[in-house]
């Protein structure tokens, strides 16, 4: 099976280095892990989605070196699914100014992958040539009913909590427990 990861949310914790970006810098906001509760964070925050989107690669460039995992045991997680014969796609939407950057994350932490996609302004995530995507985006899900043949497991997050999941959405705690899951189901 092709198993894509996302990154920002589901690898990455973005969120704690925008959390910091906004305490470091004169920002006119200052978040914490409380204030994302929402995927609508422009409207939340009363910005523009390019605003929003300038802030996520301002703390990419920033904190590049320093952005923690958001769990300590992925690097098991994808030796699972590889052992178990899966190839790993990590699909991430980003624009080309944090390539490098989110490259560099994912040598320095040893995330042991096939291949990369980094897509812009590209088509959906689902319409790749994948089986199985792990994110952590709540508007992905009733993308879903589209995709039958095709598995979301949805990385738990502060902002995807109201999401009611169809059949082929599985919500998971950690990309580890997404990744037991399927290096031991019958596909
Ligand atoms: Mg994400």
């Known amino acids: 099976m092709n198993v894509a990861l996302d990154l920002d949310g589901t690898l990455v914790d973005l969120v704690g280095a925008v959390n910091r970006l906004t305490h470091e810098e004169q920002l006119d906001m200052r978040l914490s892990y409380n204030d994302w ?7 939340i925050l009363g910005i523009t989605y390019e605003e929003f989107n300038t802030l996520l690669d301002r703390a990419w460039k920033k904190y590049y070196l320093s952005m923690e995992p958001l769990e300590p045991r992925l690097c098991e997680g994808i030796k699972i699914l590889k052992e178990a014969g899966h190839k790993v796609i990590i699909l991430s939407n980003r624009n080309i100014g944090t390539h490098f950057e989110a490259l560099k994350w994912l040598e320095n932490h040893k995330i042991d992958y096939d291949s990369v996609t980094l897509n812009h ?3 959906s995530k689902l319409e790749y040539p994948i089986d199985i995507l792990i994110d952590d985006n709540p508007n992905l899900v009733r993308d879903m009913y589209e995709y039958p043949k095709k598995l979301l497991y949805l990385r738990d997050q502060y902002w995807n909590q109201d999401v009611i ?3 082929n959405v599985i919500r998971v705690k ?3 427990e997404a990744c037991k899951n399927i290096s031991t189901s019958k596909f």
């Open 165 to 167: 999941c169809p059949r």
């Open 37 to 43: 509760a929402s995927w609508d964070m422009p409207s």
């Open 121 to 123: 302004s590209g088509p």
């Open 174 to 176: 950690t990309v580890l």
